[in-house]
């Protein structure tokens, strides 16, 4: 079915270098958000995008963070100079009338 | 400050017997109320919502949540619990008329034991 997708599924980096993670959200929905679920930890909300409004940034953590949505589709999160406290895994959600489909998450371990 | 409570880390149940998990919110108005169920490497699943009306709302594979105005809580019930329903379960409220933020809980992962 043509659900959230998101890539990579699982990202590996090093300290200091910089990631880029993809989300593919449900055709037609106009919202979409990003959230960081760390270990024992409920999901923590990042960045929202509605139609071509201005994006609510209100949830990204530091400025090493950044995200697009380009055309109203696709996303891509940045996350710059990665550091180890980013590890955790970052899921994708497009919205239709209040209700969120999810994707599977991309894994992020900073080592 | 808008917040989700699930006072409940984990719980074990038998396969078959009766399930609650717990939920509290903290608004000043009736939110939108979800509840998600998340297996081991998959993303979120919407079980069910409440908007407004029928306190009581059915959800998918069996599940029912009611929504207490006077108790803050939207508790989800099974009456019988199956081993395939062992997972992560997350209350949400959202988005509220401050934002567009969606809150969640911090979960409450149930096991499921024959």
């Known amino acids: 079915g043509a659900g959230v997708s998101q890539s990579p599924s699982n990202k590996v980096t090093e300290k200091g270098k910089d990631v880029e993670l993809r989300c593919d959200p449900i055709s037609g929905h106009t919202a979409l958000y990003w959230y960081r679920q760390s270990l024992g930890q409920g999901l923590e909300f990042l960045i929202y995008f509605q139609g071509n409004s201005a994006p609510d940034k209100s949830g990204l953590p530091s400025d090493r963070f950044s995200a697009e949505r380009t055309g109203g589709s696709v996303s891509t999160l940045t996350i710059q100079r990665t550091q180890q406290e980013d590890s955790a895994v970052y899921l994708c959600?497009?919205?239709?009338?209040?209700?969120?489909?999810f994707g599977p998450g991309t894994r992020l371990t900073v080592l | 400050a808008q917040s989700v409570t699930q006072p409940d880390i984990h719980i074990t149940v038998s396969e078959g017997a009766s399930l609650e998990l717990r939920c509290n919110y903290s608004?000043?108005?009736?939110?939108?109320l979800f509840w998600y169920v998340q297996s081991p490497g998959q993303g979120l699943q919407l079980l069910l919502k409440y908007f407004s009306g029928d306190t009581l709302v059915q959800g998918i594979k069996g599940f029912e949540a009611e929504f207490k105005r006077s108790q803050s809580s939207f508790n989800l019930r099974k009456p019988s619990v199956h081993w395939s329903d062992a997972a992560e379960y997350f209350c949400?409220?959202?988005?509220?008329?401050?934002?567009?933020?969606?809150?969640f809980g911090t979960g409450t992962s149930l096991t499921v034991i024959p």
């Open positions: 608004y000043g108005a009736t939110p939108y």
């Open positions: 949400a409220v959202g988005p509220l008329n401050t934002g567009n933020q969606f809150y």
């Open positions: 959600a497009s919205s239709s009338h209040l209700e969120q489909f």
